[in-house]
């Protein structure tokens, strides 16, 4: 094990000194750019900074503190989903589908392989490639040959190379339309994914991989400059990529907390809604928070007049229900995939995509949305021409993005396609909800530990993923009073919309059961 002590202090000293030199000298650069900066209007600049700093005390803890990992969990989960998978890929293996596959990618091979060579190849050697070569399910070769030629699915999606697409993405679409034979394939593709990147068990990443026989802590990276959104993003373990719900959820198993801790969690309620009501005071969707009505229905309303089996003269409620019970899956979900497509910076082509419809009709969706919606049409087409204007855009809380391939371009006329351009409008419209919820949250949590260590409790941060925060509390805490002071700290009012928060507790100590008690 590598110690500093090992080294020489004639040879560490100077080190040393000349590594603190060179921090002093970038920090002053730094403070003269920033400096320059606020004298040239970027005026919440040194308070940004104030609150990425402060915030960064707290994700350090959280990285020494580490996550405790329940071995013999990940050992037993292992072994349930090794039965699995192998069940799985017998049936894979035994389907018609897959025969026919294999016999067309070992004839390309065979053939491939005698033009290589420029002769034909030796019966025996013929033989062994027949053979030896087995269909691998994670080979977009041999899917490709199974999607296209066998199973005669249309291409939805192509890679950057434009060769078919056959990612998750893909697999989902024909999973959900009904396609028994996709659904069998993710299924076993979900379970290889658990046992390989998640457990690790005979992989290289993955929680066996960050643990050892002495330490059974995981400690992750936390970086929130790591996204251009400034929301944390988190590495060397992921946490934010296990998955919330189906079979998978269960690597949440494997984490826990210690003895004489409890873990308690809490997650904003439709946050980035919250936030883009505030931005755009669109007045239909303060209707909606402030009566707590079904924001889907009520955005499908802007469909009305297309709802020919909706009886006439029905109460405003009695609407809403009736859309939610009769059109929820045309109306109600073209509504909910557009409320927050547009929101994404999405299009009618992004959206005709989505729902599977014509481009027209996409258009005419957008178009009635968009003319019920005029607060949400405002907020596009202003950011849009800030960015044109001025080459970036910046949140409430001061954060920028720059934008230089916008800056003095029109986007209002259409003949004039710049597609790095329009593709930066796009994000530009995103970028300003998504940045606003990471500063709530990080100013949430300087409160609320600030407010924490007056109280003298012992509440230590786990992580945070995406909206949601995990705390690591002394079992001596009463739950109720930590839910208090969340609430206190996060439930501001932002624009005229108070933000809420759900919060849970795992009376187990494990971040899989964190939802068992409602706080």
């Known amino acids: 094990e590598f110690k500093y002590s090992m080294i020489p202090d ?38 940004l900074i104030e609150t990425k700093t402060r915030v960064t005390k707290h994700y350090i803890e959280a990285k020494i503190s580490g996550f405790s990992v329940d071995t013999e969990r990940v050992i037993t989960l292992y072994d349930e989903w090794k039965v699995l998978r192998e069940d799985l890929l017998k049936g894979l ?35 062994k490639l027949w053979n030896d070569l087995e269909f691998n399910f994670n080979s977009n070769n041999h899917l490709r040959v199974l999607f296209f030629d066998v199973l005669g699915l249309e291409v939805i ?91 998978l959820k269960k690597i949440k198993q494997c984490y826990k907390l ?50 020919t089996e909706m009886p006439d003269g029905l109460p405003y409620e009695d609407k809403l229900k009736f859309i939610k019970e009769n059109y929820g899956d045309t109306w109600r979900y073209y509504a909910k995939a557009l409320g927050f497509s547009l929101l994404y910076g999405g299009t009618e082509h992004s959206l005709s995509k989505t729902l599977s419809i014509p481009k027209k009709q ?19 087409e202003d950011t849009k ?66 407010k924490v260590k007056e109280k003298k409790w012992d509440i230590n941060l786990l992580c945070t993923i995406y909206d949601a925060v995990y705390l690591d509390v002394d079992d001596s805490i009463d739950s109720k009073e930590v839910a208090k002071l969340l609430k206190e700290c996060f439930e501001v009012d932002f624009f005229g919309v108070g933000m809420k928060i759900d919060v849970g507790q795992s009376d187990t100590g494990r971040w899989y059961d964190c939802d068992n008690i409602k706080l």
């Open 10 to 47: 004639e040879v560490l000293t100077p080190y040393a000194l000349m590594d603190g030199i060179a921090n002093m000298y970038l920090f002053n650069v730094l403070m003269k750019k920033v400096n320059s900066e606020v004298e040239n209007g970027w005026v919440k600049l040194n308070k």
């Open 93 to 127: 293996k035994s389907m018609r589908e897959i025969k026919k596959s294999l016999s067309i990618i070992k004839r390309n091979l065979l053939t491939k392989s005698q033009v290589k060579m420029k002769s034909k190849l030796p019966l025996s050697r013929c033989r």
């Open 157 to 247: 999606k192509k890679t950057d190379k434009g060769e078919p697409s056959t990612d998750k993405e893909v697999m989902e679409y024909w999973a959900d339309k009904g396609h028994p034979f996709m659904a069998k394939l993710q299924e076993y593709l979900t379970i290889n994914k658990g046992i390989s990147d998640f457990l690790g068990v005979e992989g290289t990443t993955g929680i066996w991989n960050h643990i050892t026989e002495e330490h059974h802590k995981v400690h992750s990276n936390f970086n929130h400059c790591g996204t251009v959104s400034s929301r944390t993003a988190t590495s060397n373990l992921n946490l934010s990529q296990v998955p919330s719900r189906g079979e």
């Open 258 to 307: 210690d003895e004489g801790r409890k873990l308690i969690q809490f997650d904003y309620s439709s946050a980035e809604l919250y936030i883009a009501t505030s931005i755009s005071q669109e007045e239909n969707y303060f209707n909606i928070l402030n009566n707590n009505l079904d924001f889907h229905s009520v955005n499908a309303l802007a469909f009305e007049d297309k709802m």
């Open 362 to 380: 996409a258009k005419d969706v957008v178009d009635s949305f968009l003319k019920k919606n005029q607060g949400i049409k405002k907020y596009i």
């Open 385 to 450: 021409d800030f960015a044109c204007k001025y080459g970036y855009v910046e949140n409430f809380y001061g954060q920028r993005v720059q934008l230089p391939e916008c800056l003095g371009y029109n986007w209002r006329v259409s003949y004039k396609k710049n597609y790095k351009a329009l593709g930066n409008l796009r994000f530009a419209i995103n970028f300003k909800i998504q940045s606003a919820n990471a500063f709530l949250l990080y100013e949430g949590m300087i409160d609320f530990f600030e």
